[in-house]
Structures are given as C-alpha cells and as structure tokens.
C-alpha cells in the first residue's frame, strides 16, 4: 500500500510540470487585501473576491481582532456565523466547532496556520499550542461549510487559515504585555528586519494563565517563530519559517467520568517544534508555481502512575508524541481572461506513539497521498462556474473523491447569488482505526479497556447544499452575506457501550459507524462600516438538527442536541477623535450538548443557554518613530457567571490590561 501510495503522488506531481502553470503567484497584493470587496484565497486555493468565491467565508480582519478584546485566538471564532467555542477542564482543550456536532476534541474542521495544517493526527487542533502570538495574526479566512474538495479530509466541516502579518508590515521592534484574572500573565516581543537578501519575522512569546481557579488546569507556554523570505532571482522565492513551543500545562480536573483515580493527576510538559520551507518560481505573467514541505512534531509528558498491591499502572492518557511530514507541490494559472485554476498533489506520513491510547509503545503510521483541482470558469459577464475536487487515499482509506460545484449569477453590480453542492468524505484515521484507550501496567500489559477500535471503519461522508447571497451598499461600507444550507452527515463515527475483545471483556467504549445526522438552517453576517473610526458586525445562524435515528430504541443519546438552535454575536466599535477607541462585544449561545462533557448518556441535560457582554477601551499615542496602545478589558461583564462547555466550569467576570509598544 505504501509503495503504491509514493508512485502515486510522484506521478502526479510530475505529470503537469511540463504545462505553463501558476501556485500562488496569482495571489493578491496586499493592496487587494485591504480593499473594501475582500480577497480570498482558502475556499478554493484561487485568489478570489467574495463574490466570486464558491463557498461562504468570513473574514475576521485586523480592526476585528483589535476591537474584540479577546486574548486568545480561539475566541475569535465567536465572530463567525455558526460557530461554538468551548472551554473543556476535562483535558484542558478549547473545542471550536461549525454546528455543534463536537466533544472536547473535534475531529472535522483544517485549521492552518500559513499554509499548512496544525491538525493532529492523534487527537484534534490544540488551540493552546497553535505557536502564533495574536499580535501577529493580520486576519483570519474561515471557510463556513465542508472545504474536503480543496483541503481534503480534515476540512470535512469547515476550514479557519490563520494569516500572519505580511513581508514588510510592521518593521522594527514590537513589545506587548498583558495582564489579569486568573492569572493571566503574557507577553510578545517582535522583530521585522533584513538581513542581506533575507527578510525576516522574529517573534518570542510567553502564555501563563490559571483557567478555571481550582482546577489543575494551568499553563505556562514559551514561543519561538522565526519567517523568512528570500528572493533568489527575478523568478525564484525561497520562504521559510520555523517555530517551537514548550512548557508546563495541566489536563486534570475532578470530573470522575475522566479523573476515576481522583484529582490533579499532574502536570504535563509539552514540546513543539515546526519548520516549513517553500520554494515558487513564476512561470509567466499570472502563471508560477510552488513545492512546500512542512514537519511538526509534538511531544507531551504525562508520567503519571498509581499503585496497586500487584503492581504499578500507567494512568497519564495525555502521554503521546504526534508527528506529521507533508510534502505538497501546486501550480496555479491566471493567465486567461475567463480560466482561472489551480491543480496539485501531496503525499503525508503522519504517525503516533501513545501506550494509553493507541495500546503500542512503538509508532502507529498512516501514510497518504492526495491530488486536487480547483478551476473557475466565466461563462459570460454575470455568471461564474467553480469545480474543486480531491483525490485522497491513505492507510486507512480507499480512494476517495470529494467534489464541489457552484454557480455564482451577479445580479446586479451589488449583488450576487451563490448555489452550490458538496460531496465531502472524511478518512476514519489513524486514532479512529487504532485505539485501544485503558489502563496499562508499567510494563505494558493491558489492564482494562475503557476505550477500543475493532479498525477497519468507513469514512464519515457528507452531502451539503448551499444558497449564498451577498449584497453591498454606500461604497461597500454596508454588506450582507447569507446563506442556506442543508448538511446530511453519514457513516459518523461515534462511540456505543460495548464489550472490548477478549481476554479482556470489560465494559468498554466501542468505536464504530453510526447513522449520522442532519443539518438545515440559515446564517449570515451584517457588516457596517460608515467611516474609518466606526464599526459593527452582526453575526448570526439558526440551525435545526434531526437525528437519522430513533434515540428511544437504539439507547443513544440524540444527535441533534449538540447542535445550537441560534449561535449569535455582535461587535462595535468607535473610535474618538483623542485616539481613543471603545467597543462592545455580544455573544450567546442557545442550550446545546458538548459531547462528553455536558452529556454522558441518554437524558443528561444540555449545557444551558448563555448571554455574555465584553468591554474593551483603549488608548493610542502616536509619535514620529513609534506608537503606545493601553487596552482595558472586561469580559463577561454585569452577568452571572455561565456554563462554559460542562455545568462544572463557570466562567465568570474577567479583566485584563494590556499594553503594546511598536518602535520604527
């Protein structure tokens, strides 16, 4: 299988090098990319307007992430239509997920950061340990609906590309500090320089913060980011960026679903490290083409045992090292007046090594290969054809295909209507396939099974129907972006009470296919933006889930559940005319299930509903050679504390000084 799979993606890497082709370097400027209509490039690989771009997408811009007031770069996924976040102490994860339908570890949407994915193999996007300080995020694409046909499996709901700030913003040093409840101590510290031909990004960072007080849920996380850019010739770019994260962080809590031996099982330590390089080279005028690899491993310590009067037993589940080798060549062609395209293939080896979890000391391998095509065609002046498909199979599927197509009618020089169809199928992988979660004495030996996969499991598939409308008024500075939607969720892969195989028939969690589920609803977002210093966004989605079963006679809690009725978020801001700007933030949540946390079994409630107010102030002075920003923060602000994720983990009123400092 493995061989097949390397002459597979040599193939199809070298079969289209002898057409004229483009990667990225029809990419916009980054004039484009301010313009009040948004380029965007993750809903197709093509740098598209919104009004052209085959899916919906929201863009969370700089002015955003600065009025928001939010400290963490999860958060910011509260300004996007259907979007839940939740913080789980049952391992300290953040969940972000697109219409519920997540646990404490969601499976189903590509986050990348620059490119390349951050998601693990093993267990889920650790938004704790993305690497990126939040001062140097320019702006945040997600792509709201399966993108599998672009990005492949792990975009199977919804795709967030993470941007960093371009080649050239911000030269010289940049300084931030931020203060706080629950002691939330953390700083930056930047520079943007040239050295001989290479330009360069350095950042430094520190994160400490105590979650939820009294729970063993702290953390102190050190950051090292280097990006690079070095241009070879008049043809050839080399881009490099390099990054490493490390430091204490606690998983436990006292919820005795997950904790049965009891409180803090200790402190963990984790280790990151990522380098990516990427060489393009233009080809012609709209026409280039590139050749990425990326690597990132990630090691946590969980080195907790207990005794028992016949031996000693490992218990630490968050004992693991995750890897992953990514290697991706793309040519992209934007040299016709009506033909714009990208095509590409990849091939990933991503392994893992967890006793606790995967039942081996040793690595448990998936190698895959994918190729992929992405063509938009105009028809004539008022309408748009886009095609995206995937060719993907691995260790753990068959060859599979993902497809989109959408058809984009301009109804009036204001107005556009978007219909599009998706068929998106998502591999079981590696963790699905090969769990065997349990207790293990010191020496291997399996104890007991709380967890298990028989392998061998069907990968999730999903039909989504999508009707996209986008309009614009007074100069672009009103806009409306809707849509509505139908997802049909098959062969999801869920977890039943069973019997783990002999010998060791104990009660046990069995993995396996179920029925799936089905999503209808409509979401949009209502922006304006009357002047340079004012600013608010609406941001809202009504969704109704039905289960393709009946809960009462197979025994299983209902699917429908975790999907929120109404998710909805609204931000403004105003800036004064002494520089200083304030702004507010609303957010609320309908009662929905967070699958292991706010749910166990059949009839555990839901977490409640729950409405939360933010306040930002903040002040900047300007002087000729550098800028001073003070920020007061308060989150959850005048409200009774709320259920975040489970009942147990109550987040109540919080507050945060930050200052930042940018020298030329």
């Known amino acids: 299988m493995k061989q097949r799979l390397l002459w597979l993606g040599l193939a199809l890497a070298c079969y ?48 955003m992430i600065e009025a928001s007031g939010f400290t963490q770069i999860a958060d910011l996924m509260r300004l996007v239509p259907g979007i839940q976040v939740g913080l789980s102490t049952v391992n300290n994860t953040t969940a972000v997920t697109y219409h519920g339908q997540a646990d404490a570890m969601p499976r189903r949407m590509e986050v990348l950061v620059d490119g390349h994915s951050v998601y693990s193999s093993l267990f889920t996007i650790d938004w704790h340990d993305l690497g990126v300080a939040l001062a140097d995020v320019d702006r945040i694409e ?35 500090t931020t203060l706080g409840s629950n002691s939330t101590r953390a700083g930056t510290l930047r520079h943007v320089g040239k050295s001989g031909c290479f330009d360069y990004r350095l950042s430094l960072g520190f994160d400490q913060s105590d979650n939820f007080p009294g729970r063993n849920d702290e953390q102190l996380l050190r950051t090292l980011n280097l990006r690079g850019w070095c241009d ?62 990326y690597h990132q491993r990630r090691r946590e310590e969980d080195n907790v045992t207990a005794s028992l009067p016949s031996q000693v037993i490992r218990i630490g589940l968050f004992d693991h090292t995750d890897e992953r080798y990514d290697l991706e ?59 995206s498909g995937m060719l993907e199979q691995s260790d753990t599927l068959d060859l599979a295909f993902s497809s989109r197509l959408a058809l984009n009618r301009q109804l009036q020089s204001n107005q556009t209507l978007r219909v599009s169809v998706t068929r998106a199928v998502r591999d079981s992988g590696l963790f699905s396939n090969s769990m065997k979660l349990g207790l293990y004495s010191s ?24 009707l996209g409308w986008l309009g614009h008024w007074f100069d672009r ?89 109404l998710t909805l978020s609204l931000l403004w801001a105003h800036t004064f005319s002494n520089d200083v700007q304030m702004s507010l933030g609303y957010y609320h949540i309908d009662a929905m299930r967070w699958q292991g946390g706010g749910e166990v079994g059949v009839g ?6 729950y409405d939360r107010v933010d306040l930002r102030l903040a002040k900047h002075f300007r002087w000729s050679e550098h800028d001073v ?5 308060a989150q959850n602000l005048g409200n009774q504390p709320y259920a975040d994720f489970w009942a147990y983990n109550q987040f109540d009123t919080r507050y945060f000084v930050q200052a930042s400092a940018h020298f030329y």
Do not use: H
């Open 16 to 63: 289209p090098l002898s057409k004229p082709c483009q990667a990225e370097t029809a990419l916009p400027s980054e004039v484009d990319f301010f313009a009040p209509q948004p380029i965007v490039i993750s809903a197709s690989r093509l740098a598209q307007p919104l009004s052209e771009s085959p899916a919906a997408v929201s863009v969370i811009d700089r002015e």
């Open 142 to 176: 997600v792509v709201r609906g399966s993108n599998s046909p672009t990005y492949g499996s792990n975009a199977f709901i919804a795709t967030i590309n993470i941007i960093t700030r371009p080649r050239y913003a911000d030269p010289g040093w940049f300084a931030q």
């Open 604 to 609: 555990k409630p839901p977490v409640p509903a």
């Open 232 to 293: 070879l010739n008049d043809t050839d770019s080399l881009e490099l960026q390099l990054g490493a994260r490390n430091g204490p962080i606690g998983r436990g809590g006292d919820n005795p679903l997950f904790n049965p031996l009891g409180e803090k099982l200790g402190v963990n330590q984790i280790a990151t490290n990522r380098q990516q390089v990427r060489w393009s080279r233009v080809l012609g005028a709209g026409r280039d083409t590139s050749v990425k690899f």
């Open 443 to 466: 020496n291997g030996d399996p104890i007991n099974l709380v967890g298990y996969s028989p392998g061998g499991l069907k990968p999730e598939q999903m039909l989504a129907w999508e």
């Open 477 to 565: 500075r009103l806009s409306l972006d809707m849509k509505l939607f139908r997802e049909e969720i098959r062969q999801e892969i869920i977890a039943t009470p069973g019997l783990a195989p002999e010998p060791l028939p104990n009660g046990a969690l069995i993995l396996g296919n179920g029925p799936g589920v089905n999503i209808t609803g409509l979401e949009g977002q209502l922006q304006y933006r009357p002047r340079a210093s004012d600013l608010a966004s609406l941001q809202f989605s009504f969704a109704d889930a039905d289960d393709r079963f009946d809960p009462l006679s197979s025994g299983r809690a209902s699917e429908a559940g975790r999907t929120p009725r």
């Open 329 to 387: 060549w793309q040519l992209n062609d934007a040299s016709a007046e009506r033909l714009q395209w990208v095509t590409g293939a990849g091939l990933r080896l991503s392994q893992a090594r967890s006793l606790l979890q995967l039942g081996s000391p040793g690595f448990v391998q998936n190698l895959g290969a994918r190729t992929f095509s992405d063509v938009a065609y105009r028809l004539d002046e008022n309408w748009l054809l886009n095609a």
């Open 629 to 633: 920003l003070v920020e007061f923060i």
